[in-house]
């Protein structure tokens, strides 16, 4: 069972990040590039820096690669301090800044992808599930925020 429920996890964490794969989707557009990669991949730091609805993308961006570290922090047992407000003080980067943001957010989900084999679903499983919900949550803001970036352009 808890090879399976690993399984079904880590199908559903790479369709928040990575997009749908050839067998369709379970939430997100049946296309490439849905996820939050793709949404975010190309942009620039100006696209990404730009104000909508009080928020960047950037800001977006670094939000889930803080809650990601945050789980993963948790599950490893480690003593810290979460700062939530730090996450969404992004309002401009530099093209360098940007990139650092995407490296780490990928990074971020790549190591949860592989924890998620080792680690005791049976004490992590809710928060495992959060980290799906709250990133899909951020992924559809990501996708209105560019739909207002191409309607600006």
Same mark, same amino acid.
């Given at each position: $069972? ?5 399984? +079904?996890?880590? $199908? ?38 730009? +104000? ?5 993308? =950037? ?14 922090? $948790? ?10 407000? =730090? ?11 940007? =990139? ?7 990074? @971020? ?23 799906? =919900?709250? +990133? ?8 209105? $925020?560019?739909? +207002?970036? @191409?309607?600006?352009?």
């Amino acid at each position: $069972m808890s090879e399976t429920l690993a399984r +079904s996890l880590k $199908m559903l964490l790479k369709e928040t990040f990575e997009g749908p794969g050839n067998g369709g989707s379970y939430y997100t557009e049946s296309k490439p590039n849905t996820g939050v990669f793709g949404t975010i991949d190309g942009l620039t730091a100006e696209d990404a820096s730009r +104000s909508i609805n009080g928020a960047t993308i =950037a800001a977006h961006s670094d939000h889930i690669r803080y809650y990601l570290w945050v789980i993963r922090t $948790m599950i490893s047992g480690e003593n810290f301090e979460k700062d939530w407000g =730090a996450s969404w003080t992004i309002h401009h980067v530099d093209e360098v800044k940007w =990139a650092e943001i995407r490296e780490g957010l990928h990074k @971020e989900y790549v190591t949860l992808l592989e924890e998620i084999n080792t680690i005791d679903l049976g004490k992590w499983l809710t928060n495992v599930n959060a980290t799906i =919900a709250h +990133s899909a949550y951020h992924l559809g803001a990501l996708r209105q $925020m560019l739909k +207002s970036l @191409e309607i600006e352009k």
